[in-house]
C-alpha cells in the first residue's frame, strides 16, 4: 500500500490552503480526501436562503490567493464556494482530491512512524502525517428537545437544507436565532404563509453595512493588487482593534451594548418587543450577530417572535410551556454544530494505543491548538483554542497552515519517524493560556458553544490575531521529542529517540 508523506482530511478553505503551501515548500507527495462530491467545505454544505458570510469578502480570503472580483462587502456562500473551486483549479489540485471518501478513524504505528486512514467503504490510506482540515462546523447537531421524533411535519436543518420544499404559503417554525437564524427568517418571510421565530436568548445584533462592490474597485484591485491588499490591512487591524471590547471586558464593551442597543432602537418600534429582543449578558460572550434585515423582518406581519421555552413537540407542531400548542407544516432548526470539544468526530489512537477521545473527554486540548502530545505528526487546524472573537478566522487558519506546513517539512527533510510534542510543553502552555482565558468576556456567566456543559473553554483563543500568528510562526524544535533512524547498520535496525534543542 502508498504511504504518502502528506494526507489532508477536507477539500474547503482550510484543506485547500494547506495544500497549496504545501506545494509551494516543495512537499508534492500529497493527498486529499473528502466526504462530499466537490470541494467546498463548509461554503458547499450550508446553502440555505440567505447565507453569506459575516466577515467581509476582502478578510475572509486567503492572503496568498486573493480575490479582486468580489461581488459585494459580504459575499454570499455561493461566490464563496466558486472562489474556492477557483483555487483548486488554479493549483491543478483536483488531481490530488479523492471525493466520496468519508474518514472514520486513524491509528498511529510507532515503529513505521505512519498514519493509517480508516475510511468508509473506500478501504485505508497511508501518511507520514496527517492534516485535519475538515473545518470547526464539519456536521450538524439536532437539537435535544423531547418529542423531536414525534413530529410528522417536515423537519429541515440549516445545514442541510431541502431545496425541493415549497413555503410558500406554509406555517412555519424557526427554532434558534444565532448566525444562521438571522439570515434565513428575513428570506422565510418573503414567502412562507407565516413564520413564527422560537427564541431562546436573544443575541446582540450590529449593522451590517453590506453593499455592492462597485466595478471600478473591483478593476483596480485587479490591476493592483498593492490595493486590495490595503484595503485588507485597514479591515484587519479594525477588526484587531475590536477585541479590546470583544476579547475583554473593558469600557469599549459598553460601547458595543450601547450600538447594539441604538441598532435595535432604531429598526424595532414596539417597546416590548424591544425587551423581547435586548440581551442580558456581555457583548462578546456569545457570537456577535450582523444583521441589517432581521430585525424588519421580525415586524413583518406574516412573522411573531416566541420566547415561551420549548415543552415538547407534538405530531403537529410545538407545545411551549405556556401551554399552546403551535400548529406547523415545517419546522426548520438553526440550531448550530457539533464543534466537538469534548473529543474528536472519530476514534484517534496514538502512541501505545492511548485515545484522543479518553484525552479530550472532559474538554479537547492541544500545544498552539495544533498538535496534542502522544499523537505525532497530526496537525489540527482549527483546533482547540483557535477560535478568535472578533477577526477573520482564516487570518488564524493561515497561521496553522504555515506551522503545519514547518513541521512536515521538519520531518521530511530530517528523515525523522515523528515529531511529538512534548507532555510538559503542551502542559505549560495550556496552563498559561486557561489562565488568560479567565480574564476574557467568554467567561462572564453565559451559556455559549464556546463552553463544555462544565464550562471549560476549548474552543477560543484569549488574545489578539497578531499574538496568536506570532506564536505559530515560531516552530521550536526544541518542544517536540523526535524519532529519528539510525544510520543504516547490519546489526541494528533500531531508531534513536531524541529532543532537539535548537529554535527555528
Known sequence: ????????????????????????????DFVILDRSDRVGGTWRDNTYPGAACDVP??????????????????????????????????????????????????????????????TTGRGRFRARSVVLASGPLPDHKWPDIRGL??????????????????????????????ASAVQIIPELVKTAGFVKVFQRTPGWVIPRLDVATPPAARALFAKVPAVQELA???????????????????????????????????????????????????????????????????????????????????????????????HLDAIVFATGFDVHL??????????????????????????????????????FMTGPNSGPGHNSLLVYVEGQIDYAVSGIKTLLRNNLRYLDVRADVQQRYNEVLQKRLTKTTWMTGCNSWYLTADGFNASMYPGFAT???????????????????DAPNPTSGRDAHVAISSSA
Open 57 to 118: 469578502s476582502l478578510l475572509y480570503s486567503f492572503s496568498f490567493v486573493k480575490n479582486p472580483d468580489w461581488s459585494r462587502a459580504y459575499s454570499p456562500a455561493d461566490e464563496i464556494r466558486r472562489h474556492i473551486e477557483d483555487m483548486v483549479d488554479a493549483f491543478d489540485l483536483r488531481r490530488r482530491i479523492q471525493f466520496g471518501v468519508e474518514v472514520n478513524g486513524l491509528s498511529f504505528d510507532e515503529a513505521e512512524g505512519v498514519w493509517t486512514v480508516k
Open 232 to 326: 485588507r490591512q485597514i479591515l484587519f487591524w479594525g477588526h484587531e482593534a475590536s477585541a479590546t471590547a470583544l476579547v475583554w471586558n473593558t469600557p469599549l464593551t459598553g460601547l458595543v451594548a450601547r450600538i447594539g442597543k441604538a441598532h435595535l432602537r432604531r429598526q424595532v418600534a414596539d417597546p416590548w418587543l424591544r425587551r423581547q429582543l435586548t440581551p442580558d449578558f456581555t457583548p462578546g460572550c456569545k457570537r456577535m450577530l450582523v444583521s441589517s434585515d432581521y430585525y424588519p423582518a421580525l415586524q413583518r406581519e406574516n412573522c411573531k417572535l416566541i420566547d415561551w421555552p420549548i415543552a415538547t413537540l407534538s405530531p403537529v407542531g410545538i407545545r411551549t410551556s405556556d401551554g399552546i400548542e403551535h
Open 1 to 28: 500500500m502508498r504511504t504518502y508523506d502528506t494526507l489532508i482530511v477536507g477539500a474547503g478553505f482550510t484543506g485547500i490552503g494547506t495544500a497549496i503551501k504545501l506545494i509551494e515548500a516543495g512537499v508534492d
Open 342 to 379: 469534548t473529543g474528536p468526530p472519530y476514534p484517534i489512537t496514538g502512541l501505545g494505543g492511548r485515545s484522543l477521545a479518553e484525552e479530550w473527554e472532559r474538554g479537547a486540548q492541544a500545544y498552539k491548538s495544533i498538535n496534542a502530545h502522544g499523537y505525532p505528526n497530526l496537525y
Open 149 to 178: 421524533d414525534t413530529y410528522e411535519g417536515h423537519k429541515i436543518h440549516s445545514a442541510n437544507w431541502d431545496h425541493d420544499y415549497d413555503f410558500t404559503g406554509k406555517r412555519v417554525a424557526v427554532i434558534g436565532t444565532g
Open 467 to 485: 499574538q496568536y500568528l506570532r506564536q505559530m510562526r515560531d516552530f521550536r524544535f526544541g518542544d517536540y521529542e523526535a524519532a529519528v533512524r
